[in-house]
């Protein structure tokens, strides 16, 4: 007969007979008694052993239970695969900027940029009828909401900036990835550069513009948002009067509400996104505004968590979100973008600040166009992770000391004006190399490799060398804010910007550091609860 072991109650062997497969009672082990074979067993002597009968229920128990914990597993993977799977990708960036990436702050975080874009693509069935126009079904897609979302380095704040389907911008050369075509330089609406290779030529239209390096976009069309305000569950929006968008002309998006809060979702929260025709002046501008109250709420109410406390209303959630959005490669899968709503919900939403672009009409009303200073002035803020709301605390008013007399201090001097839409300025190292020299800084040198980078920085590569950077800057009437901590530089490093395209003299003023928002940017905090101004002439 064979025989197993197993451990006794103080770690001794003991051996314990198998059970047989055909149930015959067990002959006793070799050396024992009449006593000991009686001792294992059920009452009247009949049937197996106890302990191996619990051995077998153990087995057979562990078994069920890997089975379970397996299948629950292959499910779980099948889903977030099936889940992965329905995300569209495209890719980020198809034109030439040479804008790089924010350096890390001292507790090496950068900022993140994300670029939103509602397009208005009429590619299916569903997209028509939702957003009619169906002379358009065949058109490329308009990119006609885009907002760049801005998360601090330190996740303490977050900005997002609207700009005007209908602002006149400079639109990059772009490659179209799918078919090789290559789209020319050219002036138009910034709605139009989704029409030049797709997203990825948005971004690049974007980075030129603002001088923000961007790490990512998300896409949603028509359909996309229906099916995202249905999961959401509806988001609460108010209107100061009695609305309906719709005049005899065909102009509106069909929006009809009553006077105070609703709760809208599906269509209506669509509707409510596109409404021009019905809030303020009838513009983009208001158009904006209703689309930036939407956001905050809809903030509001998914951090509530009403939502994501609900297994079921959060699979609904992750499948309409997956299925509606149209992303970079590098946010491509659910854990990336898990990961980035981990980094966003970090984020107070009293600390949330919406803005649209300032700006000014052009052409006689028929565009609009960034306003000057304040335009800049707005994306500076984002370059140099300044919040939008003015809250950010400010650092000690310190001036350390330089390591080095001025002429023993070598600075090197880099010409960072390779715009792809300007075009770069041949020679503009050489030139502030030679004004340093002149200022005394006689080991001062040129780095002849061309970069793009907006703002005029001095990068030093150590907190000890920070009374260097802040004495060229100085010497140079820069502002303190030009002055950054870099690990990628190993001097003391000018990088001339190209909001310094030209002359000697820096063209802004030194005292101004530009730290406040625009009043011409229309700031909407994230906790703000107001309700949307109707057109007197789209009421009932």
Not at 288 to 301: D, E, G, L
Not at 395 to 414: H, I, M, S, W
Request: glycine share 12%; aromatic share 4%.
């Amino acid at each position: 007969m064979r025989q197993s072991s197993v451990r006794g109650e103080r770690g001794r062997r003991a051996t314990v007979p198998e059970p047989r497969e055909n149930g015959e009672e067990d002959s006793p082990p070799e050396g024992e008694g009449p006593a000991s074979r009686g001792a294992g067993r059920r009452p009247g002597g009949k049937g197996r052993p106890k302990r191996s009968r619990g051995v077998r229920i153990l087995r057979w128990t562990a078994l069920t239970l890997a089975v379970l914990v397996l299948g629950a597993a292959a499910a779980g993977y099948f889903y977030y695969e099936h889940l992965n799977g329905n995300l569209k990708k495209e890719a980020l960036d198809l034109g030439d900027s040479k804008i790089g990436k924010p350096e890390p702050n001292a507790a090496g975080q950068t900022p993140l940029n994300i670029l939103l874009i509602g397009s208005d693509s009429r590619n299916t069935a569903e997209n028509v009828k939702l957003g009619g126009a169906k002379q358009d079904a065949d058109r490329k897609p308009l990119g006609d909401v885009q907002m760049l979302v801005h998360v601090s380095a330190d996740r303490s704040n977050m900005s997002v900036v609207s700009i005007p389907r209908d602002t006149r911008v400079t639109i990059p050369r772009c490659t179209d990835p799918h078919d090789g075509t290559v789209y020319p330089k050219t002036e138009g609406a910034i709605n139009q550069s989704l029409q030049h290779g797709g997203p990825g030529c948005t971004v690049a239209t974007w980075k030129e513009l603002t001088g923000v390096y961007i790490d990512h976009f998300m896409m949603i069309d028509f359909s996309g948002v229906v099916s995202m305000a249905d999961a959401i569950g509806g988001v609460p929006v108010c209107v100061d009067n009695n609305v309906y968008s719709h005049d005899s002309k065909g102009h509106g998006s069909g929006l009809k509400l009553t006077k105070g809060t609703h709760n809208v979702k599906g269509v209506q929260a669509l509707q409510w996104l596109r409404t021009r025709y019905g809030f303020e002046d009838n513009s983009d501008i208001g158009r904006a505004k209703a689309q930036h109250m939407y956001m905050t709420s809809m903030i509001r109410q998914l951090k509530s968590g009403t939502k994501l406390s609900d297994p079921g209303k959060l699979m609904d959630l992750a499948e309409a979100a997956t299925d509606a959005l149209t992303v970079d490669h590098g946010l491509g899968t659910v854990k990336k973008l898990y990961d980035l709503g981990n980094d966003l919900k970090r984020v107070p939403t009293k600390r949330t600040t919406m803005i649209t672009m300032p700006w000014e009409y052009g052409g006689g009303g028929e565009y609009v166009l960034p306003k000057p200073g304040d335009a800049e002035q707005t994306f500076s803020l984002l370059r140099n992770d300044i919040s939008l709301d003015g809250k950010d605390k400010k650092k000690p008013d310190a001036t350390p000391a330089p390591t080095a007399p001025k002429e023993q201090l070598p600075v090197v001097v880099q010409n960072g004006t390779a715009s792809t839409v300007l075009g770069p300025v041949s020679g503009r190292a050489g030139v502030i190399t030679s004004e340093l020299a002149r200022l005394g800084y006689a080991k001062a040198t040129a780095n002849t490799m061309l970069i793009s980078q907006a703002d005029t920085t001095v990068l030093y590569p150590g907190e000890d060398r920070q009374g260097d950077a802040l004495a060229v800057a100085k010497a140079l009437k820069l502002p303190k804010s030009a002055v950054k901590s870099s690990k990628s530089v190993r001097e003391i490093t000018l990088v001339v910007g190209n909001d310094w395209r030209e002359g000697t003299a820096y063209p802004k003023a030194a005292a101004d550091d530009g730290d406040k928002t625009p009043k011409s940017a229309d700031a909407l905090n994230g906790e703000e609860k107001g309700c949307m101004k109707v057109n007197a002439g789209y009421t009932f």
